[in-house]
């Protein structure tokens, strides 16, 4: 069974940073994807960023384009996410994801496979 382990949340006040990070464990795919999701109380869960192993592809939301970073250590099975200039809204609890799939439809929850139990970033003002 894949494991996905998130790390990396806490509180921080507007304009901060964090990093989060995402351990995948247990497997063996050639090609995947990775990415982080987003869910805000009372809101859907919605696409942050993401990195496709097949070709190195990363993709973003428009939300957090040139604010976030993705990156990350393919023999390691490991995924960051670099957050600067946080915002008030860019609280909520932060799902690292895996899917056995290109990167195409990144954006989509159902491209993903194994999802880890999320980590909380608090952003206060």
């Known amino acids: 069974q894949v494991q996905v382990v998130e790390s990396g949340g806490g509180l921080v006040q507007a304009g901060g940073s964090l990093r989060l990070s995402c351990a995948a464990s247990?497997?063996?795919?050639?090609?995947?994807?990775m990415g982080w999701f987003r869910q805000a109380p009372g809101k859907e869960r919605e696409p942050v960023a993401a990195i496709s192993w097949s070709g190195g592809s990363t993709y973003y939301a428009d939300s957090v384009k040139d604010r976030f970073t993705i990156s990350g250590d393919n023999a390691k099975s490991t995924v960051y996410l670099q957050m600067n200039s946080l915002k008030p809204e860019d609280t909520a609890i932060y799902y690292c994801?895996?899917?056995?799939?290109?990167?195409?439809?990144?954006?989509?929850?159902?491209?993903?496979?194994?999802w880890g139990q999320g980590t909380q970033v608090t952003v206060s003002s």
């Open positions: 994801a895996v899917g056995v799939k290109d990167g195409s439809r990144w954006y989509r929850p159902t491209t993903y496979d194994y």
């Open positions: 247990r497997h063996t795919f050639s090609e995947y994807v």
